[in-house]
């Protein structure tokens, strides 16, 4: 299928074309910078940049990252997966697309998936995250490279607006990111000009150490509203608005993906209604990298993911 977009940020020959949209600032990492997650290490098969949307995909084709662990650690148990998503101007609908997708392989073909998660919801601006730990043992790789791969169920091809995978728009390594094309299959993405690395990551566990680490859990919508940080990504200090339906003892605690606590942003009890906490980024000494803020309000939850910059 013919997909052509025309847009000042990049050229690119051939049937299959992506639009390459400046969507956020600059990222350097999904992680702390030099930090590492004891029994759950982060791999990434991006190096940084910018945060560039690719609006050219049809329903069921697949943007996909390659991933290789140190040979040591292998056979590994997936815990977690993040995918990059966002659109020119942000502030795009939830997105319900088709699957994320686990294969045991790479390029030229990474075979059949060993593991699908139906339908997940992506938020606009974001790395997602996808807590698969209670998923315990379902889902192992015995040895690299291996892939991850959103399938899409909705349309952006030809709709420079529309909200898709993104990639860090700073040269795209070869190997490491495919796409799945109707017509054509799977190929190299750098092949078909997209100029970034596609902004996935993956937690995993190596299945030769019983250090299983404390989880990251996803938690169900409730009565207790956390509002998106502002901004975000930010720098200085950011700002988290929490609704309550009721008065309640409330405590909000920032992670990073390892699930380590790094900060403390409220903690007591609060009356009814809307509220505010603002946080200092550099009064808790964080790097660059993805966060995620937790609130606990008796027996309800809620969470926001938030990316520092410097």
């Known amino acids: 299928m013919r997909r052509i977009f025309k847009t000042p940020t990049i050229r690119i020959a051939g049937p299959w074309r992506c639009a390459a949209i400046l969507t956020l600032s600059a990222l350097s990492a999904v992680g702390p910078a030099g930090a590492a997650c004891n029994d759950t290490p982060t791999i990434q ?7 560039v949307a690719c609006p050219c995909f049809v329903t069921d084709e697949r943007a996909a990252a390659v991933f ?7 056979p590994i148990e997936i815990l977690r997966v993040g995918i990059g998503w966002g659109s020119q101007f942000g502030g795009t609908p939830s997105s319900l697309e088709h699957s994320i997708e686990i294969y045991g392989g790479g390029l030229p073909n990474p075979g059949t998936p060993i593991f699908t998660l139906e339908g997940p919801v992506l938020n606009d601006g974001a790395i997602n ?10 889902i192992t790789v015995n040895s690299g490279p291996f892939a ?5 169920l909705n349309e952006s091809s030809g709709n420079p607006f529309a909200p898709s995978v993104v990639h860090d728009g700073n040269g795209c390594q070869a190997g490491k990111n495919m796409v799945y094309a109707i017509p054509g299959g799977w190929s190299d993405a750098c092949g078909l000009g997209v100029s970034g690395d596609w902004l996935f990551f993956v937690v995993y566990r190596s299945c030769a150490t019983t250090d299983v680490g404390e989880p990251i859990r996803q938690l169900s919508s ?3 509203a956390l509002l998106p940080p502002r901004p975000n990504p930010c720098k200085e200090t950011a700002s988290f608005e929490f ?14 993906i390892c699930g380590r606590r790094v900060a403390i942003l409220a903690e007591g009890d609060f009356t009814a209604g809307n509220h505010r906490v603002v946080w200092n980024t550099r009064s808790s000494n964080t790097s660059p990298g993805l966060y995620v803020a937790d609130l606990t309000a008796g027996e309800h939850h809620a969470r926001r993911t938030l990316i520092l910059i410097r």
Do not use: M, W
Not at 68 to 74: E, F, K, T
Not at 148 to 152: D, K
């Open 45 to 51: 098969n991006f190096t940084g940049g910018g945060r």
């Open 68 to 74: 290789s662990a140190p040979a040591s650690d292998y």
């Open 129 to 138: 995250q996808f807590d698969l730990e209670p998923l315990a043992g379902q």
């Open 148 to 152: 991850v791969a959103l399938r899409f």
């Open 222 to 224: 409730v009565p207790v």
């Open 243 to 256: 609704i309550l339906e009721k008065a309640d003892h409330v405590r909000i605690s920032l992670q990073d």
